[in-house]
Antibody, heavy 117, light 107 residues
Framework: EVQLLESGGGLVQPGGSLRLSCAAS????????MNWVRQAPGKGLEWVSG????????RYADSVQGRLTISRDNFKNTVYLQMNRLRVEDTAIYYC??????????WGQGTMVTVSS | DIQMTQSPSFLSASVGDRVTITCRAS??????LAWYQQKPGKVPKLLMY???TLQSGVPSRFSGSGSGTDFTLTISSLQPEDVATYYC?????????FGQGTKLEIK
């Protein structure tokens, strides 16, 4: 069974840092791009970042470029999102999502990040 | 960047109705278009990819069409369990932008 399990969310002050993790199982992890998508309370979906299967290619939304860094460990079947210089507007549920042919065919349950003083 | 615009933002229909949601890209994206369903309090779920290919396990009352800039998601006969917010997404190249969502309720 394909599973994605996010962790690492929590409450952080503006300007602070957090690292999210997404542990994958049930599929050949290194063969799939992985993505992070966020959803602010009561709002729609926003793609944040993506990384290729090998980890050699990364992409970011303009809203997070330079502050968030995606990475992966194909031995641990885990994708990460390092979040620095966090802002109040980064408050959201963060989902990791598995890419297949470009579309996101599996999503984790999400982890909540709250940026507040 | 390419913008994705859905219409309507809100839709109320009766059980058994045929429902259509539209998604428009500001530039052509060939058929690199996916549709997702997010039920209240739940995780988004992939319904359709490549504009018109049904994801495994999705009921056949869902269908998609379009290419280039204009796309539609159709539910042929609305069921109570279809209450959800529906999102389109482009995935031709980053950023993989979502539409703003269409909230569907039962009248």
């Amino acid at each position: 069974e394909v599973q994605l399990l996010e962790s690492g969310g929590g409450l952080v002050q503006p300007g602070g840092s957090l690292r999210l993790s997404c542990a994958a199982s049930g599929f050949t992890f290194s063969s799939h791009a992985m993505n992070w998508v966020r959803q602010a309370p009561g709002k729609g979906l926003e793609w944040v970042s993506g990384i290729s299967g090998s980890g050699g290619s990364t992409r970011y939304a303009d809203s997070v470029q330079g502050r968030l860094t995606i990475s992966r460990d194909n031995f641990k079947n885990t994708v990460y999102l390092q979040m620095n210089r966090l802002r109040v507007e980064d408050t959201a549920i963060y989902y990791c999502a598995k890419g297949t042919g470009g579309a996101f065919d599996m999503w984790g349950q999400g982890t909540m990040v709250t940026v507040s003083s | 960047d390419i913008q994705m615009t859905q219409s309507p933002s809100f839709l109320s229909a009766s059980v058994g109705d045929r429902v259509t949601i539209t998604c428009r890209a500001s530039q052509g994206i060939n058929n690199y278009l996916a549709w997702y369903q997010q039920k209240p309090g739940k995780v988004p779920k992939l319904l359709m990819y490549a504009a018109s290919t049904l994801q495994s396990g999705v009921p056949s009352r869902f269908s998609g069409s379009g290419s280039g800039t204009d796309f539609t998601l159709t539910i042929s006969s609305l069921q109570p369990e279809d209450v959800a917010t529906y999102y389109c997404q482009k995935y031709d190249s980053a950023p993989y932008t979502f539409g703003q969502g269409t909230k569907l309720e039962i009248k």
